[in-house]
């Protein structure tokens, strides 16, 4: 796999060109940001602004974001060709969430064998919202909380044809485990989700549940499929073929 040139296209199909159902989109000459209803997360996608301009940029960007009243983040990729981009925004009052996610990527057509012979779990392919319940009934499970906003945006993707696939796998008829995929226009398919409640972790519920969406992918024609990946389950990914593209860090405002 050429790392570059999938750097390259990873930018402009899902940072450049990617839309999401619930955000507005906004193109400046220096960002791509994307504005959700309140009170969700805005945030800043992509930076072109060269590095001596990246301080007026990010007050003109906090100016704008700041009296809407709702939260923001800045990605800074570490691929990106702006080194002080951290800095400046540290300085103006943004504070990195601690929570890097390392950007994996799997050319589809090289899914290692053994992902296509699993077939032992019980997974199950959610396509009402009804059936939302378990996904919330797990992510609860797994995060505390009540994760009731997966009725509204995930109930709401699932109605767009062909945007969304939710999988979630059963031990003794109970959700004990779910995963998703999102398919937006271009090369990738996205992965999310790879939640299992932890009475039931090391039952090999994360591959299966990663094999059945590689299968989809695949049936689909979508070369790669990207997982923006945390501590637990970065190596397994990569123990399934899965390359390390680039690291994303969110900054946070936090200022005044």
């Known amino acids: 796999m050429n790392t570059n040139s999938v750097l390259t296209t990873y930018d402009k199909d899902l940072r450049l060109h990617v839309v999401y159902p619930e955000a507005r989109k906004e193109i400046t000459d220096d960002v791509v940001r994307f504005i959700r209803q309140a009170p969700g997360m805005n945030f800043v996608s992509f930076t072109f602004a060269d590095e001596h301009k990246l301080p007026g940029v990010i007050e003109r960007e906090v100016a704008y974001l700041q009296p809407l009243n709702q939260p923001f983040t800045w990605k800074v990729y570490e691929h990106d060709r702006l080194p002080s981009l951290a800095e400046n925004l540290t300085r103006r009052g943004f504070v990195s969430d601690g929570d890097p996610g390392d950007v994996m990527v799997l ?4 899914a290692p064998a053994h992902l296509s012979e ?3 779990a019980d997974i199950r392919r959610i396509t009402a919202r009804e ?11 797994v995060y505390g909380g009540s994760n009731t906003w997966v009725h509204e945006r995930i109930g709401g993707h699932l109605q767009i044809p062909g945007y969304l696939s939710m ?3 059963y031990v003794d008829d109970q959700p004990v485990s779910v995963a998703w995929t999102y398919f937006p226009p271009g090369h990738f398919a996205t992965l999310f989700g790879g939640s299992t409640l932890p009475e039931y972790r090391g039952r090999g519920l994360y591959t299966s549940l990663l094999a059945r969406r590689l299968r989809e992918i695949g ?7 990207v997982v923006e990946a945390g501590p637990m389950s970065q190596p397994i990914v990569a123990r399934h073929g899965f390359q390390h593209l680039t690291t994303a860090h969110d900054y946070v405002w936090q200022g005044s």
Not at 107 to 110: L, T
Not at 131 to 141: A, F, I, N, R
Not at 219 to 225: D, I, K, L, M
């Open 118 to 120: 699993r077939g032992d």
């Open 131 to 141: 059936g939302l319940k378990d996904v919330v009934s797990v992510l609860d499970g």
């Open 219 to 225: 049936e689909r024609g979508v070369p790669f499929a």
């Open 167 to 169: 999988y979630a796998a």
């Open 107 to 110: 050319a589809v057509k090289d």
